[in-house]
T-cell receptor
Framework: NAGVTQTPKFRVLKTGQSMTLLCAQDMNHEYMYWYRQDPGMGLRLIHYSVGEGTTAKGEVPDGYNVSRLKKQNFLLGLESAAPSQTSVYFC????????????FGPGTRLTVL | SQQGEEDPQALSIQEGENATMNCSYKTSINNLQWYRQNSGRGLVHLILIRSNEREKHSGRLRVTLDTSKKSSSLLITASRAADTASYFCATVRNTGNQFYFGTGTSLTVIP
């Protein structure tokens, strides 16, 4: 099992550009999450999903959109990137219950110039 | 934000010593979790303690929870160089669907 994978690992964008981060899990988990991690601030929840076709807002959802068209994939989109979105993005998944034990991907380092 | 706070921010100990880090939070919770993050990697779940539990063990890890003080502690006994990492607490609130991480403790174990 690959667990949770994220694509790409690194990306540099210019202000105003758009991109999509892909998260995939092969553990058949119901719940999936997107976080961002900034220096000195820990991780903050952007959006999450309780199942295929569902999404919900986390603590810092502004500027991001998500989609869960397939159970194994959770996409995070930036429509018009801003320098404030420079961060490391982590995807995670869990089973059994919302916000249970989460399995994390390796992260995507995004820089917006 | 209901982000938790870890204390200390950084901790440096000799191999074989015990390491204790603390987490405080602001509102009532359903459960509290501890995660480890090695440099440049994703987080790894260590232990979950429910609000009606006071202590939990897993190998060399011992977690306590004091809901009256809104605080938790993580004890790592007989530390090893491989324990060098950042440790985060995370809380699930009793109301609403939100999950909050603390700011983390950076642990360095010197061989």
């Amino acid at each position: 099992n690959a667990g949770v994978t994220q694509t790409p690992k690194f990306r540099v964008l210019k202000t105003g550009q758009s991109m999509t981060l892909l998260c995939a899990q092969d553990m058949n988990h119901e719940y999936m999450y997107w976080y961002r991690q900034d220096p000195g601030m820990g991780l903050r929840l952007i959006h999450y999903s309780v199942g295929e076709g569902t999404t919900a807002k986390g603590e810092v959802p502004d500027g991001y959109n998500v989609s869960r068209l397939k159970k194994q994939n959770f996409l995070l989109g930036l429509e018009s990137a801003a320098p404030s979105q420079t961060s490391v993005y982590f995807c995670a998944s869990s089973y059994g219950r919302l916000f249970g034990e989460q399995f994390f991907g390796p992260g995507t380092r995004l820089t917006v110039l | 934000s209901q982000q938790g706070e870890e204390d200390p921010q950084a901790l440096s100990i000799q191999e074989g010593e015990n390491a204790t880090m603390n987490c405080s939070y602001k509102t009532s919770i359903n459960n509290l979790q501890w995660y480890r993050q090695n440099s440049g990697r994703g987080l790894v779940h260590l232990i979950l303690i429910r609000s009606n539990e006071r202590e939990k063990h897993s190998g060399r890890l011992r977690v306590t929870l004091d809901t009256s003080k809104k605080s938790s502690s993580l004890l790592i006994t007989a530390s090893r160089a491989a324990d060098t990492a950042s440790y985060f607490c995370a809380t699930v609130r009793n109301t609403g669907n939100q999950f909050y991480f603390g700011t983390g403790t950076s642990l360095t174990v010197i061989p």
